[in-house]
């Protein structure tokens, strides 16, 4: 079948390479399984089903790969660089499962079905590992759109003995409003950790594990086409998205935290930022390390977890809480745009998903969400953009503005006594802020 | 409809009156202006002998209609100017007016956060507290010269006070003065008191959020912070030595 020749000479198996040609003609399902170790991070080895070769350590902790629906046929571009971030991040197998004949259809109610049978397959194998001394809770199948629900199916049959199942916007069409047999849920692993990107298309709304991750509200990514006009991005940029954020939290270059929250309005409206229920841990880091919270998470049970994304890598956000009290005697309203400003760097952060409110006298609180992480501010700046129309635009007379980072103990940094006018942008340097009587 | 015939009957009626005036011109313009067909139309409304009916069949109704409506737009109100052309000066006239109105209503309404009446204050608000000069050998020799060396730096040093809360936005109208009461000497420390005045309505408001210590105190902060990039002089404060009660 596909075989390449790997740097010591050795045949090396590779992914199934199918075109278009085959979708349309469909595919009868063929379920193979990759393995890949730090001896042979890029070079993949098929293994047999019913005898795991040697080269399966089962002390070590074992990864799957499940991918999903695969309309083009070709092999998934992020597999290998995944395959060798997790193999970089600790001494284990990872086992890619390659069910692209089978997902590789145009007819994705085939491909649906298809789904029993290769979770039938693969609990086959595990069953086998099992027998050969492997321990089921160092099993974690990562499971992308329909192979998250695959995922499920196995983590089911193993009665949830499984250790990790995490899903990448699990599918959503045939899927929505099913019963939890018949999709992935937090029964199925011991920890299950979902992503959701595009729950208004592919993916789905509800929660399905112990941990759900609504990246950007869980519809619209950050920097995904918003019409069609842009081809088949528009289709798959969202749902993709989960890959890509799941992917960038193994290599660590950043860190998200996800805040617990009933609705993303809720959230963006900054009633979201107490993580006092996880005690000295704080809120949740988004991705692969989110396991060191299971604990806790399984104990709090199930609720959504929300955070924003840049539109392009690196995705993370660095989150402040803003609180500005103003004295002017008529509400005013508008938007804020706020920057930090270090030696060489600097961060901004725009909040105007509404229209905010300022009452004289009442201290607005506000979700800051900087596109960067800026560790020593030497100067801010604030630009008031307001919102009034065919009335005089008052200029917004603030008291305090303290700006209070969500994440470790920083002290708040405040300003006081500032006149912002309409559009105008006002910079200062900020002082640290003193316990307030107000 | 028939308000339509009668308007164009009455007005029709008042030209055929001014026709016979003198000036050809009049008489030449009504006759370009008029297709034959309106005249038809005139003729019946001018309630002469019904022989129009006989005519109108002859007519599209619908282009009768046209006409008839470019007749009654092309009607002269006074000189040169017709219907249509005044109802288009009302129109613009009318968003003229408005847009006016708004560019108004914009340019002078008063901001009202801009208008105060000191002379209402009278409720005085007094704070005191202490700072630290940071050039003590400078300020030392002040001092030591001569007590009127002192009175000199208090004087100024009651300046940049009354200065900068004189310009605070949101404290200056509240503020009344400032006095420089006491050096000590050991640790070159100043002390001082500030007197503000507020007014009798929403007193107890104004005293928890603007007046309050928290603001008088970090207002005077952060000009000191801010003072701190400038090259250092006489009357240099350090900001941590602030203390205000």
Known sequence: MSRSLGHRGQACDTFTDLDFHHTIVGTTLDVRLLLYTRANSSCGRLMSHSAPPPELNLTRPTTFIIHGFRPTGSPPNWLEPMVVELLELGDSNVVVVDWNRGAANIDYFRVVRNTRATATNLTAFIRTMEENGASLSSIHMIGISLGAHISGFVGADLNGTIGRITGLDAAGPLFAGKPPEDRLDPTDAQFVDVIHTDMDALGLREPLGHIDFYPNGGADQQGCPRTILSGSAYFKCDHQRSVYLFKESLRRTCETRAFPCATYADFMDARCTDCADFGSQGCPVFGYGVVAWKDSLVRLGQSKYFFNTNNKSPYCKTNYRLDIVTWNQEVQWGYITIKMYSKNQSAKATIDHKKLNFAKYTETQLLAQFDRDVTTVEKMSVTFFSAIVLRPKYKLRVLRLRLQRLEGSDRPLCRYDLLLRDKEEITFRPIPCEESNF | ?245
């Open chain 2, 1 to 245: 409809m028939d308000d339509v015939e009668l308007q164009t009957m009455e007005t029709n009626s008042r030209t055929g009156d001014q026709d016979p005036r003198p000036g050809p011109e009049t008489g030449d313009q009504g006759a370009t202006h008029l297709p034959p067909s309106v005249q038809v139309t005139v003729g019946s409304a001018n309630g002469e002998t019904p022989s129009a009916p006989e005519h109108r069949p002859l007519l599209h109704p619908q282009v009768c209609e046209v006409e008839r409506l470019q007749t009654a737009l092309n009607e002269k109100v006074f000189w040169k100017c017709t219907v249509w052309m005044t109802v288009l000066v009302i129109i613009i006239f009318i968003a003229v007016v408005i847009f006016i109105s708004i560019v108004l209503c914009e340019v002078l309404r008063e901001d009202v956060d801009d208008k105060f009446d000191r002379s209402s204050y009278d409720i005085p608000q007094d704070f005191n507290g202490s700072f630290r000069l940071t050039n003590q050998v400078l300020a030392e020799e002040l001092l030591t010269a001569s007590s009127n060396q002192s009175q000199v730096l208090a004087s100024q040093l009651q300046k940049k006070l009354s200065g900068l809360y004189s310009d605070s936005l949101a404290l200056g109208r509240f503020f009344s003065s400032a006095e420089i009461y006491d050096f000590r000497n050991d640790s070159m420390e100043a002390v001082f008191s500030l007197r503000f005045l507020l007014p009798g309505e929403d007193q107890d408001r104004i005293r928890k959020f603007t007046l309050s210590r928290e603001l008088v105190y970090n207002v005077l902060r952060q000009f000191l912070y801010d003072q701190e990039t400038d090259p250092p002089g006489p009357l240099q404060i350090d900001p941590a030595s602030l203390q205000i009660d």
